[in-house]
């Protein structure tokens, strides 16, 4: 389960507009399943929760904080982000985990990007 504006970035277009202002405005997600096959030794169930703050808007740019933490086989492990978000993409860093093979990937990743939304 997961609130409409999760994975959409235009739900709300006001938020865009040349204004500042206070937002507060919550998306939060909730999954749970079991696994059966795996290749990763993780316990069950696989669940995940996630929270998403849209914290402001400042002439037209939001600024949010975004938290995912999981258990079981579900990825990431957790992720923490704070960024910067336009109609168009977004400006971000981001700290995570995903419990992968270490010749995947070395534990902690912290990246900064640029996302586009099309």
Same mark, same amino acid.
């Given at each position: 389960?997961?609130?409409?504006?999760?994975?959409? *970035?235009?739900?709300? *277009? +006001?938020?865009?507009?040349?204004?500042?202002?206070?937002?507060?405005?919550?998306?939060?997600?909730?999954?749970?399943?079991?696994?059966?096959?795996?290749?990763?030794?993780?316990?069950? *169930?696989?669940?995940?929760?996630?929270?998403?703050?849209?914290?402001?808007?400042?002439?037209?740019?939001?600024?949010?904080?975004?938290?995912?933490?999981?258990?079981?086989? +579900?990825? *990431?492990?957790?992720?923490? +982000?704070?960024?910067?978000?336009?109609?168009?993409?977004?400006?971000?860093?981001?700290?995570?985990?995903?419990?992968? +093979?270490?010749?995947?990937?070395?534990?902690?990743?912290?990246?900064?990007?640029?996302?586009?939304?099309?």
């Amino acid at each position: 389960m997961q609130t409409l504006g999760w994975d959409l *970035p235009y739900r709300d *277009p +006001e938020i865009y507009r040349a204004k500042t202002e206070w937002l507060n405005h919550f998306d939060w997600r909730v999954t749970i399943g079991y696994d059966w096959y795996h290749s990763r030794d993780r316990s069950q *169930p696989s669940a995940q929760l996630g929270v998403n703050w849209d914290l402001a808007t400042v002439q037209g740019c939001v600024l949010y904080l975004r938290g995912i933490g999981s258990v079981g086989n +579900e990825t *990431p492990d957790w992720l923490g +982000e704070a960024g910067v978000r336009r109609k168009k993409g977004k400006l971000f860093f981001r700290y995570e985990r995903y419990g992968l +093979e270490s010749t995947l990937a070395r534990g902690d990743t912290a990246v900064v990007g640029i996302g586009f939304n099309l």
